[in-house]
């Protein structure tokens, strides 16, 4: 003890003379940091309500709620994040986590109240003040828990395709598949989107985890068509998925293409809990997918099921619609195969007639009918029977059969869905040059974008704004589109623009086949006049209630010929639907 | 004399707002000191008043009542008997033969009656409190009463108005330069009466939570705070008198005593605590042994 | 040592304030703020800053005392732990009127990050009257000092009476606190 | 306890302990006869709680069980599952996590500088320290958007890049502490009564070190160089250059030293770090967090904290959840085992300076 | 790795595993351990005892204590595991070895239950206070549902499936 250490402390004192650097909060403000984690705000907009947020909170401080004026609509549930600040930690793995990152934090900190029950919020929609600003925490899409970026398909090369009927799209691999199903976030969302409300998170999340044999068994609780499916569902659930909004949505058909893909045998796979048979019989009009749905789970039910079927093969339209490199044949079979091993009576080549139908509705206590719609809208414009017109449906059904078709050199599809697409795409693969012509733009076709992408790689040309005029002969066996051009005209807010011809101007096309796919119709010539009758009819489509029952006690329809979407997942979901209101049918307590 | 009871009080109550003015300068100074802007130099008053006005519910007996009495009446006492302005009649206080003697006795009278109501309380931190207070006294009041020994001496007074008086004729008599080594006793066992930091070991909030006050609130507090800020006033006005000169007006007396109260605060944020009984063994030598030197130089002067 | 109770072991009476002095007396508590230097919970960590250079509570008149006998305010800095929550009853009840109750954080709110804890409570307005509730994990210097001047506009205004709840409502409170203080060795009342 | 002996409670509602933890005592006079530590006032059952959350939600929970420095745990926490998860993470988030968790050692040390002052009752360099440790806050805050709790260091690398400027800035605040630091010293480390009341304070057998697990600052101020980033380097450690400081004291006085040079020492890998921070990305994609499953399997992994050795032991049974998560903070046995031992024979008055100088650190001993 | 080897010849060894160049995972009985960890001590070099952990096995009915000891030369650290039955945790106090244990003992008996003869302390609260319920940190103690019984919830969550929600909705859209 020195006395150097007795005086160098008393050095501190040269503190006084130094400004003090006390910061005068509260009297003046004090901001925080730019990405400081202060409290949360949410663009209602932008959210759609998927609940990630919930899911992810640790301290369970975020629940959903309904909020006045927020309606649930296409992809979005209608909930919007609460918060309560008296569990919140402030970590922000709520942000982190939003898909479309509508929910993010200010910089914004201070809240003091007097009671305790001031401090649960719903953020953008409880006015506190702060929601504008701009400062504070937000999601960097790159660096987040969220993964917005789909793992690519690997497809054949457009030039390899026109080869070849084989099937353009490769399948994931393993690991692949299991890195794209662990994308999902498992909102849920997307059961609003499927009309067959399949298990989606539940399958894709057993996919992830390698789960495959419990994820087919979880997408044949109601869909035993799931292959198909994978291949070729319109997947109108990936245009709800949460993901979809800011980066790709999970893709969830090649998840399922994957996961059935995997298994040859599904009797092995799929474990079946059949019912006591009962002694009740049902016949079913059409083995497309609704009729083999129904048959599956009604055969499951311990019903006695017969199907009956006009076609040599059963699938319906999948059979005759789709082109085999899409969908190829031994997929149909494998999973035709196992509903039929279900012990479903299948009658092959038997068009039901009005004598039939007759017969069918004494044989059995129910009758379900899923014709699908086989004969083809025409163009409405002169020479239209012009032998060179073909219709695509007739055209697909005949290539699928391989019976033999002529379509030459050079064709033209008028039309712009699918079956337009896939006329055009086998067009290409017999070396026909294509050029699809279609009344509205390219962003109105209601052919799946990844359709009219593919068409385009193989070398199709899609022309715009097209409007048939007649059909004319021309020399050398081919035929002439005299055709106008439209323009677009508006129709308001909310309704898509409508083609209208400019009059005066004329154009022709000189080609080998002009194929017609501008939809199909129902061919109801079947019902006899005493059911006929009975049975309401709404534009071209036959009426059911929620049950699938049509006005006549009994006869149930579904698929195309009763709904207006006209694809194999709402003919599905038809199926199964109309199977629980036969099965309330025959026990006599329809609601 | 009632008058001068009259003038008394009213010095008095001068006395404890200087004290809390000054408490209040030294919150501040500390604050600078800690790079931060402190409180007002007011706080002290608010702080009182409202310990003033507090309830208070905790009963311990009546020595427990009347100890924050017993430290006001000798912080008082104290105070009403150092002339805070020379040949003044009115700030002149009851200065008397020989009352440094008394002096020095009720300084330790405000500590025991503390002792007492302290230990009243039952908390086992006031106890410890208060043996640390009792032996620190023991510690500081040795050099200072060699130091007022060397001033008796030499003035050969016993009052402080002697000494004061012995002081007149420039800054050269005062005491703390005709006696530097009982002058630097007296101030180093100031710091120990101050209970500035490195001697600080009675309330010790670190060691013992707030010492012997621990059970202390609201009106009793109150009390102990403005007896502490008199005490303390009244040792600055009795350092003043015996070493620096006395004062000869009000603005002088105010003068010194801050340059007195600027001492212990030199020292008191730059230390930590000695522990109790290095703070005691410090006392007896360092500034007994300095004070002895005068003491010696004294006698032998004689 | 003969074995003394040092503590009232009976229900306190009715506390009325008022009288003349009323308009000063708020005035000077709302601006000689001192705080019982009990860190209960994490939110201890912020209140150093809180009073130390950078922020200087001390400015608003605010300081930590040790012992509750002489302070005026109790935060509670966080969670509380059903031990701690003994104490700190016991440090409440030991501080003179009139008295505050400032939380800190989400977790005296409704539980924040330890809901689902079987040692921390959740409901601290249960247990203890509170003024003034702070959020945030935890909540920084300038909320807490936010905070505070949010406490002193209540005092000035004589609206921060939870003191006067506590003794009035005295039973319902011990009733709750007793729930979870299975072993209650501690005096009825100790103040 | 004899007639003589008093019983003394040293907290939890008390301004000289670290924390809200209690010490009983026996006194006779004013010397400790019997100590024992009560713990259990902050325990949360974090190790129970993590048990039923996923593994990313318990990323704002490890961060809570030292509040001082919450970087080591998340760390900590991080490698565990990266090492069972199988992730590798990019250079970049090695030097980021390096820099984040020597700038939290250094303010936790900025601020302990003080706290020794200031448990002996020297209250100016305490506001200093707590002040000073502040701007540090401000660069977390910056760089992570949380003062105290970060949740900044994740599995897979780091939450955020560092902000534009960022390395300038510390760089200045650096400075800054550096400038100041003489001034510390000249208040604390040459002061005669800090030297006069630490040397020789706490004076620990050596042969305790290894019998009972001492690590950390307690165990180099015993000449032992025991340090887990030259032991067991972790993250960007291996790379930089540094060696491990010890003193000959066991004592109060030796632990200030060693810690006073470790602010030297953090001063000077920080900007070690910041001259050699790689470019590249900071952060590896995690699996979806939601339902991140951690193969079989348990681990040990540790890093030097301020106090000594920080472990988490993790065992997954492969599930989305942990089966058990052991944090082992060096306090345990610091406060529980050595204080008990080492306060007996010692002065009431300095069972503060003892707690401080042994960073006793409740919430990590009970979690 | 030779340590490994050396424990071989002299102990029962049920299980190993090297999970780092520094960590090493050894499964014996209950037999074998204390003799085991005196042979790492003496012989091998662990002189520190890092701590002990307990790990509830409910399924197995076992719970698995880790006993995690250090070398300071080698820098190595080596995990002795041992199971016990869960029915009836009863084991020995390893605290004559290293004195830290007692604490690390009495925690693990007061979290899980286990029993550990010759401790002198393990009976005492050290964490909780007045506990009434299981050992908290077994596995069957639903900490949420105590939390909720105990210290209530102040604003109940609504708890939406928003999956059971959506497909409600479905359905209402269907019926329209």
């Not at chain 1, 698929?559 to 036969?582: C, E, F, M, T, Y």
């Not at chain 2, 002895?292 to 130089?297: A, G, N, S």
Request: hydrophobic fraction near 40%; aromatic fraction near 10%; proline fraction near 6%.
């Amino acid at each position: 003890m020195g006395l150097k250490e007795v005086l160098k402390p008393l050095g501190a004192w040269r503190q006084v003379a130094r400004r003090p650097h006390t910061i005068l909060v509260p009297q003046r403000q004090r901001e925080a940091a730019e990405r400081y984690r202060g409290f949360h705000v949410n663009d209602l907009e932008k959210c759609i309500g998927c609940g990630t947020c919930t899911a992810v909170c640790p301290n369970d401080a975020i629940d959903m709620v309904r909020v006045p004026g927020i309606e649930p609509k296409k992809g979005d549930s209608g909930f919007r994040p609460r918060i309560d600040y008296g569990r919140c930690c402030w970590c922000g793995l709520c942000v982190d986590s939003c898909p479309t990152m509508s929910l993010r934090m200010t910089n914004e900190y201070i809240w003091i109240r007097d009671v305790p029950d001031d401090f649960v919020y719903i953020p953008g929609y409880d006015i506190k003040g702060f929601e504008n600003k701009e400062k504070g925490y937000r999601k960097e899409k790159e660096h987040s828990f969220t993964h917005y970026h789909r793992v690519p398909m690997r497809e054949l090369p457009p030039e390899e395709r026109v080869e070849t009927f084989a099937e353009v799209v490769l399948g994931y691999a393993e690991e692949e598949a299991r890195r794209e199903a662990d994308r999902c976030v498992g909102c849920g969302l997307c059961i609003a989107g499927c009309p067959d409300r399949m298990h989606i998170p539940d399958y894709i999340r057993a996919i992830a985890s390698g789960e495959y044999e419990r994820s087919v068994n979880i997408m044949y609780e109601n869909n035993p068509f799931a292959e198909l499916c994978g291949k070729v569902c319109t997947r109108r659930c990936e245009s709800y998925c949460s993901l979809g909004h800011e980066g790709d949505p999970v893709a969830i058909r090649w998840l399922k293409r994957f996961a059935t893909e995997r298994f040859s045998d599904l009797k092995q796979v799929i474990k079946v809990k059949k019912a006591e048979p009962k002694d009740k019989s049902i016949g079913i009009i059409g083995a497309g997918p609704g009729g083999l749905t129904a048959a599956y789970y009604l055969a499951l039910r311990g019903y006695r099921v017969t199907v009956y079927e006009a076609m040599p093969e059963p699938g319906g339209m999948t059979m005759a619609g789709i082109p085999k490199y899409r969908f190829p044949f031994p997929s149909l079979k494998k999973q035709v195969d196992f509903i039929l091993s279900q012990g479903v009576d299948l009658k092959l080549n038997y068009f039901v007639d009005q004598e039939r139908f007759r017969r069918l509705m004494k044989e059995h206590d129910a009758i379900y009918i899923g014709v699908g719609l086989m004969k083809p809208w025409t163009l409405g414009v002169p020479g239209e029977d012009h032998p060179n017109v073909i219709y695509a449906i007739d055209y697909l059904r005949k290539v699928n059969f391989n019976e033999p078709v002529e379509i030459g050199k050079k064709v033209v599809v008028i039309g712009g869905g699918d079956v337009a697409m896939d006329a055009a795409r086998v067009s290409r693969r017999f070396g026909a040059e294509v050029i699809i012509a279609y009344r509205r733009r390219k962003i109105d076709m209601p052919a799946d974008h990844e359709e009219i992408e593919g068409a385009e790689e193989e070398g199709v040309e899609i022309w715009e704004k097209i409007i048939p005029l007649r059909v004319e002969d021309a020399p050398e066996g081919r035929v002439k589109l005299v055709y106008g051009k439209a323009k677009m005209v508006d129709q308001g807010p909310g309704r898509r623009p409508k083609p209208v011809l400019i009059e005066g101007e004329e154009y022709e096309l000189v080609v080998d086949r002009i194929i017609v796919a501008i939809g199909q119709q129902a061919d109801l010539s079947f019902l006899p006049p005493e059911v006929a009758e009975k049975i309401e009819v709404e534009r071209g489509r036959i009426k059911v209630n929620h049950r699938q029952m049509t006005s006549y006690p009994g006869i149930f329809a579904g698929g195309d010929v009763a709904n207006r979407v006209a694809d194999a997942i709402s003919a599905i979901a038809d199926g199964l639907r109309a199977v629980k209101g036969i099965e309330l049918y025959l026990q006599g307590s329809m609601d | 004399m009632w008058s001068k009871i009259f003038y008394a009080f009213l010095t008095l109550l001068g006395g404890i707002a200087y004290g809390l003015l000054l408490g209040g300068i030294s919150r501040k100074i500390t604050a600078r000191m800690q790079n931060r802007r402190g409180p007002t130099v007011w706080q002290n008053f608010i702080d009182l008043w409202k310990l003033f006005r507090k309830k208070t519910a905790v009963s311990h007996g009546v020595m427990f009542y009347l100890a924050p009495m017993f430290r006001l009446v000798g912080g008082a006492g104290t105070f009403l008997l150092v002339p805070i302005v020379i040949d003044s009649p009115y700030l002149s206080n009851f200065s008397f033969g020989g009352d440094l003697i008394v002096i020095m006795y009720f300084m330790v009278l405000g500590c025991l009656g503390m002792a007492l109501g302290a230990a009243e309380s039952g908390h086992p931190h006031a106890p410890i409190g208060v043996t640390r207070g009792l032996s620190q006294m023991a510690g500081y009041e040795l050099p200072f009463v060699i130091s007022v020994v060397v001033l008796m001496i030499a003035d050969k007074t016993a009052t402080v108005e002697g000494i004061v008086r012995a002081q007149q004729g420039g800054i050269l008599h005062w005491h703390l330069f005709t006696h530097p080594f009982a002058a630097a006793a007296a101030f180093i066992s100031l710091l120990g009466m101050m209970t500035s930091y490195p001697f600080q070991v009675v309330l010790a909030p670190q060691e013992i939570a707030v010492g012997p006050p621990t059970e202390y609130s609201s009106t009793f507090l109150s009390y102990m705070f403005s007896g502490r800020s008199v005490f303390a006033m009244a040792k600055y006005l009795l350092f003043m008198d015996l070493f620096l000169g006395g004062a000869g007006s009000l603005l002088e007396a105010f003068a010194k005593t801050f340059l007195v109260f600027l001492w212990p605060l030199f020292i008191t944020n730059v230390f930590p605590r000695f522990r109790l009984e290095q703070s005691v063994r410090f006392f007896w030598t360092w500034p007994t042994f300095i004070g002895l030197v005068d003491l010696l130089r004294i006698s032998l002067m004689r | 040592m003969d074995k003394k109770n040092y503590f009232l072991d009976e229900k306190p009476e009715k506390l009325t304030y008022g009288g003349v002095f009323r308009k000063i007396d708020d005035w000077a508590r709302a601006r000689s703020l001192w705080v019982v230097a009990y860190g209960t919970g994490c939110g201890s960590i912020e209140l150093r800053p809180t009073f130390t250079s950078r922020f200087d509570a001390e400015r608003l008149g605010m300081r930590m005392v040790g012992t509750p006998r002489q302070a005026d305010v109790l935060i509670i800095s966080g969670y509380l732990t059903v031990k701690t929550l003994k104490r700190v009853i016991r440090v409440y009840e030991q501080m003179q009127s009139p008295k505050y109750v400032v939380a800190l954080g989400a977790c005296p709110i409704n539980g924040g990050m330890y809901y689902d804890s079987y040692n921390a409570i959740n409901q601290l307005d249960l247990y203890l009257p509170v003024d003034v509730w702070i959020t945030g994990c935890m909540p920084r210097p300038e909320a807490i000092l936010a905070g505070f001047k949010r406490l002193q506009e209540l005092i000035d205004s004589g609206r921060a009476d939870g003191w006067k709840k506590y003794i009035e409502n005295l039973d319902w409170y011990r009733e709750n606190q007793r729930k979870i203080i299975k072993n209650w060795k501690m005096p009825n009342y100790n103040w | 306890m004899s007639k003589k002996e008093v019983r003394l409670f040293i907290g939890p509602q008390h301004p000289g302990v670290t924390g809200n933890m209690s010490v009983e005592v026996l006194l006779k006079g004013d010397t400790i006869t019997w100590a024992k530590t009560h713990i259990g006032y902050l325990h949360r059952g974090f190790e129970k709680l993590m048990e039923r959350r996923i593994y990313i939600k318990s990323f704002p929970l490890v961060c809570r069980i030292c509040v001082p420095e919450p970087d080591t745990n998340e760390e900590n926490f991080a490698r565990a599952l990266e090492e069972l998860g199988g992730i590798d993470i990019p250079e970049r988030a090695k030097w980021i996590r390096t820099l984040v968790l020597e700038l939290s050692r250094l303010q936790m040390f900025i601020m302990w500088y003080g706290g020794i002052a200031g448990s002996m009752g020297l209250s100016t360099p305490v506001q200093w320290g707590i002040g000073d440790r502040d701007y540090i806050l401000d660069l977390f805050e910056e760089l992570t958007g949380g003062r105290i709790y970060h949740i900044y260091i994740m599995p897979g690398g780091v939450r955020k890049d560092l902000p534009e400027g960022f390395e300038e800035r510390v760089l200045k605040v650096m400075d800054m502490i550096e400038r100041r630091l003489p001034e510390y010293d000249e208040i604390i480390m040459e002061n005669a009564v800090v030297q006069k009341r630490l040397k020789g304070l706490a004076r620990i057998p050596k042969e305790w070190v290894d019998e009972m697990g001492l690590t950390g600052p307690v165990a180099r101020a015993c000449g032992f160089p025991y340090d887990v980033r030259k032991d067991h380097p972790y993250e960007a450690y291996p790379y930089l250059d540094f060696d491990v400081i010890t003193e000959e004291g066991c004592d109060a006085w030796a632990m200030l030293l060693v810690r006073r040079r470790e602010i030297d020492l953090s001063i000077n890998l920080i900007r070690q770090i910041i001259d050699r921070m790689p470019g590249g990305e900071f952060q590896v994609p995690l699996p979806n967090v939601l339902y991140w499953r951690i193969p079989p399997g348990e681990t040990y992994v540790k890093s030097e904290a301020t106090r000594g050795e920080f472990g988490y032991y993790v065992v997954s049974d492969g599930s989305d959840k942990p089966r058990r998560v052991h944090v082992n903070g060096p306090s345990f046995v610091h406060g529980i085992t050595l204080l008990e031992r080492l306060l007996v024979g010692q002065n009431i008055a300095d069972v503060a300076p003892i707690m401080v100088s042994l960073q006793t650190c409740p919430p990590e001993m009970e979690r | 790795m030779e340590i490994l080897e050396r424990l071989r010849e002299r102990f029962e060894v049920l299980e190993e595993k090297v999970q780092r160049d520094d960590l090493i995972f050894v499964g014996t009985t209950g037999k074998n351990l204390i003799p085991m960890l005196v042979y790492l001590k003496e012989y091998e070099g662990f002189k520190t005892l890092v701590m002990i952990s307990c790990v509830d096995w409910i399924e197995e009915g076992k719970f698995q204590l880790s006993y995690n000891l250090w070398a300071p030369k080698q820098k190595k650290n080596i995990i002795v595991k041992v199971f016990i039955d869960r029915k009836q945790p009863n084991f020995t106090t390893i605290y004559r070895i290293w004195p830290q244990a007692e604490v690390y003992e009495r925690e693990i008996h007061e979290m899980f239950g286990v029993n550990f003869e010759g401790n002198p302390t393990q009976g005492e609260e050290l964490i909780l206070e007045d506990w009434d319920d299981i050992p908290p940190m077994r596995r069957d103690f639903d900490t949420l549902k105590y939390s909720m019984e105990k210290f209530g919830e102040r604003a109940p969550k609504s708890r939406i499936n928003i999956r059971r929600e959506i497909s409600e909705q479905y359905d209402e859209w269907r019926r329209k």
